[in-house]
């Protein structure tokens, strides 16, 4: 049918396409699939209250915000 010329051309692309595609794919995936400014900064996130007081304001807050909701909802 094809020939020994179609089979070493077969073998060839059954071994180049993978390791072209790792090679691609696998070098500087920093520079290339990276999304700038993708996770927020430590000063942009949220501060988990450890300190009693920190967590009465804490509460007092959410609870407000809480009653506000159902205000506005009704």
């Known amino acids: ?3 020994p010329n179609l089979e070493i051309f077969k073998f ?7 390791i072209g595609t790792m090679y691609y794919f ?6 290339r ?6 996770w927020p900064k430590p000063g942009q996130t ?9 967590i009465k ?3 007092e807050r959410l609870k407000a ?8 909802r009704e």
Do not use: Q
Request: a negative charge; aromatic letters at 12%; proline letters at 7%.
């Open 65 to 72: 915000r809480n009653l506000e909701v159902k205000m506005a």
């Open 26 to 31: 696998g070098t500087n995936l920093d520079g």
């Open 12 to 18: 060839g692309m059954y071994i180049l396409f993978p």
């Open 1 to 3: 049918m094809g020939g």
């Open 46 to 54: 949220h501060k988990i209250p450890y300190e009693r007081e920190e």
């Open 33 to 38: 699939f990276s999304v700038p400014d993708f």
């Open 57 to 59: 304001k804490e509460l």
